[in-house]
C-alpha cells in the first residue's frame, strides 16, 4: 500500500510527534487541550486508517468514553452546581459531569493516538529506534511482533487441515492434534531462527545494520518545530499561563493573550501530519489535472 506524507517522515521525528501529544494530553486534564487532540486525532485517524478507524472509533472509542461520561456523575457527587439528587440523597452536580465528559473525551483521545501510532510506528521502526541503544530488547520487540501473527495463522492453517482429514471427530481431539502440531512447529522456527542469527554472526562485536531511513533537512526541521512548541505549551500548563479546574467548581483561566497563543500553537502541533498529508493529496491532484 502507497505510504502517505506522514508515514514518509523519519521515525525519530514520528516518535517525537506522539510523544510530545501523550506528554501533554495527560499532564493536565485541561479541556481545552483535550478537545483540540480529539479533534485533530479524528482527522488523522481517518486519514491513515480510513474504514477502519471508522469502524473501531465508533464501535470501541466512542461507547467507552460514554461510559465514562455516564459513570462519573454516579460515583463522583462533588461541585457546588447542583443539578438534581439522586433517590438515595446523593447531589448531581454539573462539574462532575464536566470531569466525566473530559475524562471521556481524554481516553477517546489517546486510544485514536495509539491507533495512528500503530499504523504509522511499523515494528522496523521501533527496531530502528532502539536498536542501537537497546538491542537486545529491540529483537525480543521485534521477534514478538512478527511470532504472534505469524503463530495465530499457522494455528488457522493447522485447524482447517485437521478438520478436512478428520472431520468433526471432536473438538477436544482436534485441539489436542493442533496444539502438537504448533508446539512442534514453533520449536523447529526456534531452532531455524537461532541457526540463522549464528549464521549471519549475532552477537559478533561491531556488526553493522542497514537502514533505509534518511533523517533529512526536513526531517530535523519538523523535529525542531515539535520540540520547540511541546516545550513552550509545557510550560505554559506548568507554570500557570492556562489551567482549569473542576472542583468545587468549574473554572477554564489564564492570561488571554498568552493562552490564546498556546492553545493555537499546539493546534497547529496536533495538527501537523494531517496538514502534510492533505498538502500533499492537493498537489497530487493538481499535477494530475495537468496531464
Not at 473525551?105 to 527496531?127: E, G, K, L, P
Not at 520487540?141 to 478438520?163: A, D, G, T, Y
Request: hydrophobic share 45%; charged share 15%.
Amino acid at each position: 500500500m502507497k505510504e502517505n506524507q506522514f508515514e514518509r517522515w523519519h521515525p525519530f521525528t514520528q516518535f517525537l510527534y506522539y510523544a510530545a501529544l501523550i506528554t501533554l494530553v495527560t499532564v493536565r486534564m485541561n479541556p481545552v487541550i483535550i478537545a483540540v487532540t480529539f479533534v485533530s486525532m479524528i482527522v488523522l485517524g481517518a486519514l491513515v486508517g480510513k474504514r477502519e478507524f471508522a469502524k473501531i472509533f465508533f464501535l470501541m472509542y466512542l461507547p467507552s468514553s460514554l461510559l465514562a461520561v455516564i459513570i462519573n456523575p454516579l460515583f463522583s457527587h462533588e461541585g457546588v452546581t447542583i443539578l438534581e439528587y439522586f433517590p438515595n440523597g446523593n447531589p448531581f452536580t454539573l462539574e462532575s459531569v464536566i470531569y466525566g465528559a473530559a475524562c471521556g473525551v481524554m481516553i477517546c483521545s489517546v486510544c485514536s493516538i495509539f491507533f495512528s501510532f500503530n499504523i504509522v510506528m511499523t515494528s522496523d521502526r521501533i527496531m530502528y529506534l532502539t536498536g542501537r541503544v537497546m538491542p537486545a530488547i529491540a529483537l525480543t520487540i521485534s521477534m514478538s511482533l512478527r511470532f504472534i501473527p505469524e503463530f495465530k495463522r499457522h494455528v488457522r492453517r493447522v485447524n482447517r487441515s485437521c478438520m478436512c482429514v478428520n472431520g468433526n471427530r471432536g473438538k477436544i481431539r482436534n485441539g489436542i492434534a493442533v496444539f502438537e502440531s504448533v508446539v512442534m512447529w514453533s520449536f523447529e522456527k526456534s531452532i531455524e531462527r537461532s541457526d540463522s542469527m549464528r549464521a549471519r554472526g549475532y552477537g559478533v562485536r561491531r556488526r553493522t545494520s542497514y537502514s533505509k531511513y534518511i533523517f533529512t533537512k526536513r526531517d530535523a526541521a519538523y523535529a525542531l518545530l515539535i520540540v520547540s512548541i511541546f516545550i513552550y505549551v509545557l510550560l505554559n500548563m506548568l507554570f500557570g499561563s492556562i489551567y482549569s479546574q473542576y472542583y468545587p467548581y468549574f473554572k477554564l483561566g489564564g492570561n488571554v493573550r498568552p493562552a490564546m497563543i498556546t492553545y493555537v500553537s499546539y493546534a497547529f502541533l496536533t495538527a501537523l501530519p494531517a496538514i502534510d498529508i492533505i498538502k500533499e493529496s492537493i498537489r497530487w491532484k493538481l499535477l494530475k489535472s495537468k496531464i
